[in-house]
């Protein structure tokens, strides 16, 4: 059986997720995709945040989860970082906004997470 090809990612969903990114890097202290990429223990290089931050390219949940955990709960936290309980919190707000976006699924998941129940109703 051939592969159905997935609807493309909306636009809003890429700035959704660009967009948290970015903003967890300079909660983080890094003013600059450069310095963030540059810390020892950054899970993606400068041009692939670079893409992901501007919308070119959406990165896997995997790779999100990845960089949002780098960037509050791994990477030295720079000057002008805001303090962790609200940097935690943003880490928070942004997992689970993505978790919302058709871009990752998760919504489909649980529909037919719902359908698949024992009274096989969409609206469970």
């Known amino acids: 059986m051939a592969r159905t090809k997935l609807p493309p990612v909306t636009t809003h969903d890429k700035d959704v997720i660009g967009g948290s990114l970015r903003e967890l890097r300079r909660g983080a ?3 600059s995709v450069e310095a963030a990429a540059n810390a020892p223990s950054c899970p993606a290089s400068r041009q692939t945040i670079y893409a992901y931050e501007r919308g ?3 990165p ?3 790779q999100f989860l990845q960089l949002v955990e780098f960037y509050v709960l791994d990477a030295p936290h ?3 970082a805001k303090p962790e309980e609200d940097l935690r919190a943003h880490g928070v707000a ?3 906004l993505a978790l919302t976006l058709d871009a990752y699924h998760v919504p489909r998941a649980m ?3 719902a359908r698949l129940g024992p009274d096989g109703r969409a609206d469970a």
Request: glycine share 22%; net charge positive.
């Open 111 to 113: 529909q037919l997470i």
């Open 29 to 31: 202290g890094f003013r």
């Open 78 to 80: 720079g000057k002008g």
């Open 60 to 62: 896997s949940l995997a």
């Open 94 to 96: 942004a997992v689970t």
């Open 56 to 58: 070119g390219l959406v």
